[in-house]
């Protein structure tokens, strides 16, 4: 004979949870089936919370179930510090992929004034070059290099104000 779910404590569940609970317990009264369950609580405020339920049936000595045992446990705290453990986790892999993306570009704009100016550089070695060529190509190196100095300066400047050695004053351009 199926054991009644407790109804008294229904409303501390959510519906979802009181559904699985219910389910197994008749299961448990019914067939003997044990359970062990992680269900979210509703708690006063619209607050929400976790319990951990275990259940078994009792047999009598012909093997009938006879009654049901359990324990609980609030694990709303631990079940926090997981779920903030996941964020955290997952803020470090979003900031690891930023990072990945960010020393990619970094690596792009660098090597682009890095192949002009050893490029160029090259070529003045010809000894027979004509002069406007010559002065085309340290115009190339010049402003290939005041490019690099320029991302150097970004880069460093970034860093020194991630590191809080700078502060960004925001000004209106009204």
Do not use: C
Not at 4 to 23: A, C, N, R, V
Not at 32 to 42: D, N, Q, R, S, T
Not at 60 to 83: C, H, P, R, W, Y
Request: aromatic share 6%; net charge negative; no cysteine.
């Amino acid at each position: 004979k199926p054991v009644p779910p407790y109804t008294e404590h229904k409303k501390l569940f959510t519906k979802q949870s009181w559904d699985i609970l219910s389910k197994a317990l008749a299961l448990t009264s019914t067939k003997g089936v044990p359970y062990e369950l992680e269900l979210e609580m509703a708690l006063e405020g619209n607050k929400k919370g976790w319990i951990w339920v275990k259940g078994e049936a009792e047999y009598n000595d012909q093997g009938e179930i006879v009654s049901l045992t359990g324990a609980a446990q609030d694990i709303t705290e631990k079940k926090i510090m997981f779920e903030d453990l996941i964020s955290a986790k997952e803020k470090a892999e979003e900031s690891d992929r930023l990072k990945n993306a960010f020393l990619a570009n970094i690596s792009h704009e660098i090597r682009t004034p890095i192949n002009a100016i050893v490029g160029f550089s090259g070529f003045l070695n010809n000894p027979v070059m004509p002069p406007e060529k010559r002065s085309h190509f340290i115009n190339v190196i010049t402003q290939s290099s005041q490019q690099l100095l320029s991302i150097i300066t970004d880069i460093v400047n970034m860093a020194t104000i991630e590191a809080g050695q700078e502060q960004v004053i925001e000004k209106s351009t009204k």
